[in-house]
């Protein structure tokens, strides 16, 4: 049940990516969870993920998702996000847990994103007026400035009205 961990939904866009041989860096990735949590608020009107999104210089980013993967800088993404099993005290692949009606609403949205370059991913976080544009160009720039559910909501509502 939403909203999801976020290394989970990850997870779901590198296997979808590894499922179609397309390539993904960590800006793309989190380009492309952060589309589809704008897709699933909008469609449920809940949050996909329970991460807070923060405008960063590059667009939207999730902390836990730079973080996981910031090893591999620009390179392609090797590996998958990982959790602490508190069982066992190990590192484990953070589990794909996303309910079926979810997933298969995500699906065609993510196979669409995994197609779109880095480069237009970030110009399309980017638009005037959109959530990450307010945000960046609204406030006095520092580090952790969130992106709100609400904006990214009123952004839809906006744009849906055009």
């Known amino acids: 049940m939403p909203p999801y961990d976020v290394r989970s939904v990850a997870n779901f866009v590198l296997s979808r990516a590894s499922g179609s041989g397309q390539i993904v ?5 989190n380009k492309i969870v952060y589309f589809l949590h704008q897709a699933f608020l909008t469609k449920f009107g809940s949050p996909l993920v329970s991460a807070k999104i923060e405008a960063w210089k590059h667009g939207p980013v999730f902390r836990e998702i730079y973080h996981q993967f910031k090893a591999f800088d620009r390179s392609p993404i090797g590996s998958r996000a990982r ?7 190990k590192y484990v692949d953070c589990p794909i847990e996303i309910e079926y009606d979810h997933e298969f609403f ?3 949205i993510c196979d ?5 370059p880095a480069g237009k991913l970030v110009d399309m976080s980017h638009v005037v007026d959109g ?3 307010q945000i960046w160009h609204g406030h006095p720039i520092n580090p952790g400035m969130k992106i709100s559910d609400d904006l990214i909501l009123k ?3 906006e744009q849906s009205r055009h």
């Open 131 to 133: 959530p990450w544009h």
């Open 155 to 157: 952004h839809a509502s």
């Open 106 to 108: 995500l699906r065609p």
């Open 83 to 89: 959790r602490l099993d508190v069982r066992t005290g």
């Open 25 to 29: 860096t960590n800006l793309s990735l």
């Open 112 to 116: 669409e994103l995994l197609r779109i």
